[in-house]
Every structure is written in structure tokens, then in C-alpha cells.
């Protein structure tokens, strides 16, 4: 796929489209991935960029499958909305708000948690209990492949594990509400609640991948809405949207086929956010 710092016209270009805004994932894309997720932390310069950005920019987001707090303290930066559990909640403004119909699995998921901790004896597996959903990380096994096989199969065999919808990420099982809910309907939420025209997410892993066609997508159907004349003042008459893929040895294929551009690990997004914090304008609100 194109590199990204081959073609920055085409960044400036976007960014002239204004309101303007950025969404990140977190881990593996502003934060290198760690054997388990408590050790992984935001890279320093992407926090210092963030925080300039969400000067410039109409919105600055971060979607992660941490919960949304999680991913709040672990950026530390005020002014970000932070959306958690790829689309299951949301923080804004000192305010977290779920997805309908979630919060009543935050019990089922204390339960699977209970019996697939009593089943799962693999070695180097870590479970991770995110309130409303559930991970199990086997990073840290000696056998990625036969830990992964085992902990499908003991979800499967669950009669409360299958009462979720599962999805698979780089060396982890995660276990979600069955809802229409992720980070592709994420993204479709904040362009309209921001009246975004012009907008890029930047991730790194299969989750990303609804995320990276949302941005297409919601391109596409507002061309259409202003083909068929719809208009109004709370809906920009088009949106234009680029993903940007970060790559390495984990990246999925389909992640690659989805990117419009793509960038060579968290030492990339550095540097792309130091450039995007330099080429900004200073106010992406357009002037009456």
C-alpha cells in the first residue's frame, strides 16, 4: 500500500476540509503492543501531539478495546473523546455513556470470566475483565497457535461464553455483547455528531478494519445524500475519509487491503502526528 509520507499533498489536501478530525486506536498504533496489556504505554510524543491537536482540530478521538477510562487514563489527554470496547461506551466531557442493552452483561461477563478461568489451564494465557466484555490474551504462551485453538474451543463448549459474539485481535480471544456495535459504527457516530467533512483513523489491527470502511463508507453515502438533494445545515453536504494503516510482522492482510495509506509502526505515527500538529490550521471551524 501507498506510504503515507510519499503522498502528503493528498494529507493536506483532506485537511483542508473543514471541520476536521482525528481518530486513533491505541494499542499498536500510539503505543507499542506489550506482552499483556498492563504494560503497554502511550508513546510520549504522541500524547504531546495529541494535546496540540485537540487545539487545532474539530475533533480529536482515540477508539480502543480497552474501556473507554482505561484508555482515558492510560492518554491522559484532556479534551480527546475516548470510546471504549470497540463502540460499547463512550467518555466526553466527564461523562460515560453505553452502548443500549451492554450494561446488563457486565454479570455474564463475571461468569464466563469464573468458568473459563476454572477450564482455561493453559500456560501464559492472562484474562482481562472489561466490564461489559471479556479478553483472553495468550501472547505470553510458548504455543501462540494450540493456546488459541484451546481457548476457541472452551468458549465454544461455554454454555454463558456463547451467549457472546466472539472476535479475534493480534494474540488475544476477546468476548462481546451481541449488539451492532464497533469501532466502523464508532467512527459513523462521531462524523455525524461532529458534522465532520473531512477526517482520518489511524489503526493497526482486524478491529480497525470496520473502522477504515465506516471512513469509506460514510464518504460514499453522503456523496449520495447530496446527489438525491437531501440537504440541512446539521449535515455537511460530503465527507471525505482516509484510513491509515500501521504496519508490522502482526498486521492482518485485510487491514492492508482497507488502508489508504499505511505507516511503519508507532516511530511513524510519531512523526505523522508531529507533521499533522505542524500542518493543521489553527481552527478547522469554518467562518461563517
Not at 206 to 232: C, K, P, T
Request: charged share 25%; hydrophobic share 40%; proline share 4%.
Amino acid at each position: 500500500m501507498p506510504y503515507l509520507f510519499d503522498h502528503l499533498d493528498a494529507i493536506r489536501q483532506v485537511l483542508t476540509l473543514l471541520p476536521f478530525g482525528l481518530i486513533t486506536d491505541v494499542d499498536g498504533t500510539i503505543s507499542e503492543i506489550a506482552s499483556c496489556p498492563e504494560e503497554a504505554r502511550v508513546s510520549p510524543i504522541c500524547r504531546e501531539q495529541l494535546a496540540t491537536l485537540t487545539k487545532r482540530l474539530e475533533l480529536v478521538a482515540a477508539i480502543s478495546g480497552r474501556p473507554a477510562l482505561d484508555a482515558k487514563e492510560m492518554i491522559g489527554v484532556g479534551g480527546m473523546v475516548y470510546v471504549g470496547n470497540h463502540g460499547l461506551e463512550q467518555w466526553h466531557d466527564g461523562v460515560l455513556q453505553f452502548f443500549e442493552g451492554v450494561k446488563e452483561y457486565t454479570s455474564k461477563v463475571t461468569a464466563a470470566l469464573d468458568e473459563l478461568m476454572g477450564s482455561l489451564t493453559v500456560e501464559g494465557i492472562s484474562f482481562e475483565n472489561k466490564g461489559v466484555a471479556l479478553s483472553v490474551h495468550y501472547r505470553r504462551s510458548l504455543d501462540r497457535e494450540s493456546a488459541r485453538k484451546c481457548i476457541l474451543e472452551k468458549i465454544a463448549a461455554s454454555s454463558i461464553a456463547r451467549d457472546f459474539r466472539i472476535q479475534e485481535g493480534k494474540m488475544v480471544v476477546e468476548l462481546r455483547p451481541p449488539v451492532e456495535a464497533n469501532k466502523g459504527t464508532a467512527v459513523e457516530a462521531l462524523v455525524k455528531s461532529y458534522n465532520l467533512r473531512g477526517g482520518i483513523y489511524v489503526g493497526d489491527d482486524i478491529s480497525d478494519v470496520d473502522a477504515f470502511s465506516a471512513m469509506h463508507q460514510e464518504a460514499s453515502g453522503q456523496a449520495l445524500r447530496q446527489a438525491q438533494g437531501e440537504r440541512n445545515r446539521y449535515r455537511p453536504a460530503s465527507f471525505k475519509g482516509l484510513a491509515v494503516g500501521v504496519i508490522s510482522e502482526e498486521t492482518p492482510q485485510q487491514l492492508e487491503k482497507e488502508a489508504d495509506f499505511t505507516l511503519k509502526g508507532v516511530a511513524d505515527v510519531e512523526r505523522f502526528l508531529t507533521w499533522l500538529a505542524g500542518a493543521a490550521p489553527t481552527s478547522t471551524r469554518p467562518h461563517p
